[in-house]
């Protein structure tokens, strides 16, 4: 992956040295670089990334420096889980790579299991268990309280599913 692969090439850099002052590097693995070439993107993930699921994300909210990365996702859907309007930049970004928004905005603070309707999760479920959806990112503010919340629900439902379908086969 690109990432691992600038990770690298941060640690190659640290042991070259500078040629003869016309801006060209020499590293100790013989290889030379002009600096004025174009560095490679570094790809930035969302605070509190991290997968789910095959197919299924978790972040807290993208900012425009973590695009790069979303777009090494080929996201179809983006679940958001806050009541705000999406900014402009991300609905820009969505637009540009064909991402369907999803919005269940869920209120409350630190205590949302007073404030969400059933519905909203049902629902929101819905969006998530969809293949057609994935891959998909859900998201709040900081990739906390409501998102770890919806996680919870998710992996409650999906697993009660494998569950009890695994004892009616008696396996």
């Not at 990432?3 to 030379?32: C, N, P, T, W």
């Not at 928004?101 to 299991?113: A, H, I, V």
């Not at 404030?115 to 900081?142: G, Y």
């Amino acid at each position: 992956m690109k990432l691992d692969m600038a990770l690298k090439e941060m640690g190659r850099q640290s042991e070259s040295y500078s040629g003869g002052g016309d801006g060209e590097i020499l590293d100790v693995y013989g290889s030379s670089s002009s600096s004025s070439e174009e560095e490679e993107e570094l790809f930035v993930p969302p605070l509190n990334f991290a997968m789910v699921d095959v197919g299924v994300f978790r972040s807290g909210f993208p900012d425009v420096a973590n695009f790069g990365f979303l777009e090494t996702l080929k996201l179809r859907s983006i679940l958001y889980l806050c009541p705000e309007p999406y900014p402009e930049a991300n609905m820009g970004f969505l637009e540009e790579n064909g991402i369907r928004l999803f919005q269940f905005g869920m209120e409350g603070g630190k205590e949302p299991f007073v404030s969400i309707p059933d519905d909203t999760i049902r629902e929101a479920l819905k969006v998530v268990l969809d293949v057609r959806n994935h891959p998909l990112l859900i998201h709040c503010k900081r990739g906390k309280v409501h998102t770890q919340l919806f996680i919870f629900s998710f992996n409650t439902f999906f697993y009660s599913l494998f569950y009890f379908s695994s004892i009616g086969q008696g396996v």
